[in-house]
């Protein structure tokens, strides 16, 4: 995904799916709630089926999270993944994907970790986990030294904190999971995950 589009939508929910059954059905109500987007990760056996199944649709952005290592990013590359995410920075992944056109956002959490990220020449990296160290303070303290890195914030992110963060200029978009929980996809109750995604997508067009 470009930055254009991250910024465009502002929010990417972040899913741990377990059987692609439901990837349609998910995707489908994603889309109702208007964000024809997903970061699914490889934390169940279910994730690069899942995002094989997405990427068929063709009008849905589906990318792959908790990438670990050259190997995966070349699994999700190969399933139609569009843009890769990691909760760390691993020189070699990052690598990989900027030598195959891979849009990739490493995740980072300290000023070392965004050193890194320039001397790779990246724009925008995910900044995790955000809750946990330090939210809001901690991304303004560094938009000072690193005014011209973006970041999507990822980790504790909900519906009561979202503007916080969307409101910094240095935030593209953020990542969450509160509107696809493990539980309301598992229990195939797709009209509340629709609920909740409309309802995001309403806030986050408040913000800035």
Known sequence: MTFDQLAALKIIPVVAINTVNHASPLADALEAGGLPVAEITLRTDAGVKAIEALAARGNFAVGAGTVHSVKQAQQVADAGATFVVSPGFNPKTVQWCLDHDMPVYPGVSSPTDLEMALEFGLQVVKFFPAEQIGGVPMLKALQGPYADMRFIPTGGISIANL??????????????????????????????????????????????
């Open 163 to 208: 503007n916080d963060y969307l409101a910094l200029p240095s935030v593209v978009a953020c990542g969450g999971s509160w509107m696809v929980k493990s539980d309301l996809i598992n229990q195939g109750r797709f009209d509340e995950v629709q609920r909740l995604t409309a309802e995001a997508v309403s806030l986050s067009q408040q913000s800035r």
